[in-house]
């Protein structure tokens, strides 16, 4: 422990402050006491995070559910204050020492202490996953070696920092060293992905070092996804599970059942000493003396220092009452007034534009990722299919410990996960278009004003049908009669009973976040084939028959999807390299290249069903907190309209459509839902979703429901909001928080959403009145990727797994 600095607190919330433990990605790590004498690890966010709602937001959740964890090897959150100025959380005080401090300043671990370990890392991890949390940066940093076993810190709350300023300028979140290839690409990630965090900490501990070396960290990210990794120096006994836990492909992870049977294969004899060196165990007993050596945090003199800041209800840095007095020293600077304020900022989402697969953002290109990223985790059978049998003694293999329920299979082997994107606000700056900018007048602001509000929920609803295939699916497209189904290296297509329609066609999305274009029978999208190229593809959807294609046009651009047909031009999203993003239109009926644009304004695309202008969103160049959308003219070959820069606002990136537009309008998520007049980007409307008392809710993607209704998840809340007026027709809240990019979809009178857990509703679009739930626990741990609704049906797909139901839930 550490003494404090001048500008740390002395008291954090109920807790005095009396040391400090260590610093992290997200914020400084102090040793604290409460008034009964209890010690805690208190973690306060960094200040730059401190006015960003978004991250709030996400922080929130996070701490809410790390609440949950409870297991032998993971330590506690006891306490937490999201809603302060200053964000924090405690967790139950290890005494202990990092494993990456122990190893480097000891040496590695011994064949038998390192079996222990696995065992209590793979404990930690199912009791972390059970609670649907990921933990998303398992490194030697966040493992504590303790007397009684090691425990596992800080699991899921990174994920609070993505789509923040942390994740901007290409950084990406997690420890490049112990990062899974999906996590190092900006794909969004599943369980497996701490799994293959734990097999890069294992041999950490038994070498003394990253399974891919040392180095910068753009280094290190293309060691991850394209090179084996050394595990030379690692126990024969532990060779296989280590091995199969650092696959490329999520899908043959090992599950933690798996790890764990084969842990206790032949485990060895208990034995009445400690299970660690003696080393170890000496530096674990100096560590603990601070518990019985603290003292008072003091001044130079030893007296108590009265300009230290202090995050406490009565020292200007609470949310209580006697809120007043500005702080001090040097977090005052930087906390003062505009955290006091209670600002609602919202950057960036998870993976969203500036970070990872965004403008400006370090994602590799999916070429790089071919055949090494592997499927999702299965979520009907609540397993993931591991390449090897864990097993101590091959000749009795261990089996995989469940199936899928799903009538049907479909597709070949493949890669997973996805990305999302960002947060909103309605703080506009006037919008200007390319020539001139037009003058705002005073829109109206639609507060909420009581509407009618229901709860979510409903009887469990009874799947039609069940289906699985062997790699993540990410786009859907759905006929009269045929679901297509777009997953890492296959096109699959299944009839209205889940039965395979015609062969899988041999393209994929190779990674995430793909766009699809139907067209009457035909479906538009653009895929990576067997050579690793990523042409644009035209598919029969009742035949299955590759109609066209179109090679890329460019090789440093890397196709992400048909973002919908205008006229005669379909229109391409693209990721260009580490450039940014980019679009482009092909002539659907002479299948060739039109027009392409490539500007920092680009992003997301919505391409409305008429008119001559499409939609584009990004990230503003320079500025942490404003994006801006486009419009696009295809008709004079995508040059600019008109943009519009929110404050805030919700804009996603490549392979994404974060917008919904009418003959009248385009709307946008952030604080606000805001409409924008089509016809030259002023600002008509806003609404403000969720408590009318409370903080503006985040709004999310908006959709339409062909009804005049502009359908948006909010927070907790879903909400229809009058595609004209900006009236709040009624609103629904559920017991969850939704995601920035939650699938969700409205068809035959219903709207279809789900939340954070992974629980899909069936709401009714005219009332908000609740129809049906579905939820699966073996969803909680799962990133859903689609919804697909129509003809009386709604398909959901997470992972490898495909449910119907039919729209009355029955």
Not at 67 to 88: H, R
Not at 184 to 205: K, M, N, Q
Not at 313 to 320: A, D, E, R, S, V
Request: glycine share 14%.
């Amino acid at each position: 422990m550490q003494p404090l600095d001048a500008g740390d607190p002395t008291r954090i919330g109920p807790y005095a402050i009396l040391g400090v433990l260590g610093s992290g990605g997200m914020g400084k790590v102090y040793l604290g006491r409460s008034t009964g004498g209890r010690t805690v690890a208190v973690k306060a966010v960094r200040p730059e995070l401190a006015d960003d709602a978004g991250f709030r937001i996400r922080f929130r959740n996070e701490v809410e559910a790390a609440k949950s964890v409870s297991g032998a090897f993971t330590a506690a959150v006891v306490d937490a204050d999201t809603e302060a100025p200053v964000p924090w959380f405690a967790t139950a005080y290890i005494a202990g020492i990092s494993l990456g401090d122990a190893v480097q300043r000891h040496g590695p671990l011994p064949e038998p202490a390192l079996r222990t370990l696995a065992a209590g890392l793979t404990e930690a991890i199912s009791a972390i996953h059970r609670t649907g949390i990921i933990h998303r940066d398992l490194k030697p940093a966040n493992v504590l070696l303790a007397l009684d076993g090691p425990y596992v810190i800080d699991f899921g709350i990174t994920r609070a920092t993505e789509g923040t300023a942390l994740t901007t300028a290409g950084t990406v979140m997690g420890s490049p060293g112990f990062m899974s290839p999906e996590q190092a690409s900006g794909i969004r990630v599943g369980p497996e992905t701490d799994l293959f965090s734990l097999g890069a900490t294992l041999v950490f501990a038994a070498t003394g070092r990253s399974p891919f070396g040392d180095g910068p960290t753009p280094a290190l990210l293309y060691r991850v996804v394209s090179t084996d990794p050394d595990i030379t120096g690692v126990p024969d006994s532990l060779l296989d599970m280590i091995r199969a836990c650092l696959s490329k492909e999520p899908a043959r992870r090992p599950t933690t059942q798996q790890i764990a049977d084969y842990l206790a294969h032949n485990a060895p004899a208990p034995t009445t000493g400690g299970w660690l060196p003696p080393d170890y165990t000496d530096a674990i007993v100096a560590a603990s003396a601070v518990m019985t050596h603290m003292g008072t945090a003091t001044g130079p003199a030893g007296h108590l220092n009265p300009t230290k800041p202090e995050y406490g209800p009565n020292q200007g840095y609470g949310t209580g009452p006697n809120q007043t007095t500005p702080p001090h020293g040097a977090y005052a600077q930087q906390y003062g007034p505009t955290a006091q304020s209670g600002v609602m900022g919202v950057g960036p989402g998870p993976n969203g534009q500036g970070g990872p697969g965004g403008p400006g953002g370090g994602k590799l290109s999916r070429r790089a990722l071919v055949g090494l990223v592997g499927g999702g985790v299965v979520v009907l059978g609540g397993g993931t299919a591991a390449a090897i049998a864990l097993s101590g003694d091959k000749n009795s293999p261990v089996a995989d410990p469940t199936t899928s329920s799903g009538p049907t299979t479909a597709g070949s082997s493949g890669p997973t996960s996805g990305p999302p994107t960002s947060g909103g606000s309605s703080s506009a700056a006037a919008p200007t278009t390319a020539d001139t900018a037009p003058t705002t007048t005073n829109p109206p602001l639609q507060d909420p004003n009581n509407p009618p509000q229901t709860t979510m929920g409903g009887n469990q609803a009874a799947t039609s049908w069940t289906a699985q295939t062997t790699d993540q699916i990410w786009g859907t497209a759905l006929s009269k009669d045929v679901l297509l189904l777009l997953g890492t290296e296959k096109t699959h297509g299944l009839n209205m009973q889940g039965q395979t329609k015609w062969p899988d066609i041999d393209c994929g999305s190779g990674t995430v976040g793909i766009l699809t274009a139907l067209e009457g029978d035909t479906v538009y999208t653009s895929g990576m084939n067997h050579v690793g190229d990523e042409p644009v593809y035209a598919i029969d959807m009742a035949t299955g028959k590759v109609l066209w294609t179109l090679p890329q046009a460019d090789r440093q651009w890397s196709p992400q999807g048909a973002a919908g047909v205008l006229g005669d031009q379909i229109i391409i999203t693209a990721n260009i390299n580490v450039q940014g993003d980019g679009v482009f239109a092909v002539d659907k009926n002479k299948h060739t290249l039109l027009w392409k644009a490539n500007t920092p304004k680009i992003g997301s695309v919505h391409v409305p069903p008429k008119g001559n202008l499409i939609f584009v969103g990004a990230k503003t160049a320079g500025n942490d907190n404003t994006n801006t959308i486009t419009a696009l003219d295809v008709t004079a070959g995508g040059k600019e309209s008109w943009h519009y820069d929110q404050k805030y606002g919700v804009f996603g990136s490549a392979g994404e459509d974060f917008f919904a537009a009418t003959d009248k309008f385009v709307f946008i998520g952030g604080q606000k839902l805001t409409a924008l007049n089509i016809a030259n980007g002023t600002l008509a409307w806003e609404a403000k979703i969720g408590d009318p008392d409370g903080s503006p809710s985040l709004v999310n993607i908006p959709i339409l429901d062909g009804k005049g209704r502009v359908l948006v998840t909010a927070d907790e809340y879903l909400a229809a909001v009058d595609a004209t007026t900006g009236k709040i027709l009624w609103q629904a809240k559920g017991p969850n928080q939704f995601q920035i990019d939650s699938p969700f979809a409205a068809a035959d009178g219903n709207v279809y959403c789900v939340d954070y857990k992974g629980t899909l509703y069936a709401v009714d679009a005219s009332s908000g009145a609740p129809k049906w739930l579905y939820a699966n626990a073996l969803l909680a741990s799962q990133s859903p990727t689609t919804i697909t609704a129509g003809n009386g049906k709604v398909f959901y797909t997470a992972g490898q797994a495909v449910m119907a139901f039919n729209a009355t839930g029955k």
